[in-house]
């Protein structure tokens, strides 16, 4: 199984609202990724996790704040978002970081800050 | 850094043709290669990698092939199906080490039409 889960499915939020993405994979990755997907564009790294501390962070504004509860769970909280933040959020795993490994992503959250 | 070039940016065939999508990289020291397929409202779906040991790689209709030297690697469908229809991403990844973590670099995406 190279399941992972992302709630929720579609989100709209202000840009006041404080709002948290959250993923999940239960197939023993000790990485897990966070990606930003724009239309019509490819997958953006925005952060990564390796056994749950975050190793790298593609210079994203601090209005997004990952966190990494435990070694399946992986959120993603949001504040004062601001409209071009709009996007596909992905959240993907791998066996282990910076394999290479096989990465899986999960379905993604749809996110649209009015 | 990598740079991945990715063509066609469309491409569409009919039912039953072949299908190739090419990529070339910069950085030889990647060494894995993956192709991802994404349709429309899902997230990226892995379907077939190939890493810099092996020429070829094939996984039913799909196969993909790696020419190291030459630094580019193209993805192959026979008997396309409707179902196919898709946006296919490429990408790139060196091993970790130095300022690398074995970050994928992707492609700029092809839409692949299948008319049925």
């Known amino acids: 199984d190279t399941e992972v889960t992302q709630t929720p499915k579609h989100l709209v939020m202000g840009m006041t609202n404080k709002k948290s993405l959250k993923c999940e994979q239960h197939?023993?990755?000790?990485?897990m990724y966070w990606y930003k997907q724009k239309a019509k564009k490819p997958p953006e790294l925005m952060f990564v996790y390796s056994y749950e501390k975050l190793s790298i962070n593609e210079s994203v504004p601090s209005r997004f704040s990952p966190e990494c509860p435990n070694s399946s769970l992986l959120n993603l909280h949001l504040h004062a978002l601001q409209p071009e933040d709009s996007a596909l959020y992905l959240c993907a795993s791998s066996h282990l970081a910076g394999g290479p490994y096989e990465q899986y992503f999960g379905p993604g959250t749809r996110l649209t800050v009015t | 850094g990598e740079n991945v070039e990715q063509h066609p940016s469309t491409l569409s065939v009919q039912e039953g043709d072949s299908a190739v999508i090419k990529c070339t990289y910069s950085d030889s020291a990647s060494n894995y290669f993956p192709w991802y397929k994404q349709e429309l409202g899902k997230g990226p779906q892995l379907i077939i990698d190939?890493?810099?040991?092996?020429g070829e790689k094939k996984d039913q209709r799909i196969a993909v092939t790696l020419n190291k030297t030459a630094k580019h690697f193209s993805l192959h469908i026979t008997e396309t199906q409707p179902e196919d229809s898709a946006v296919y991403f490429c990408a790139a990844s060196a091993n970790a080490g130095g300022t690398s973590y074995g970050k994928l670099t992707f492609g700029q995406g092809t839409i692949l039409t299948v008319h049925p």
């Open positions: 197939m023993g990755h000790r990485a």
């Open positions: 190939i890493r810099s040991n092996v």
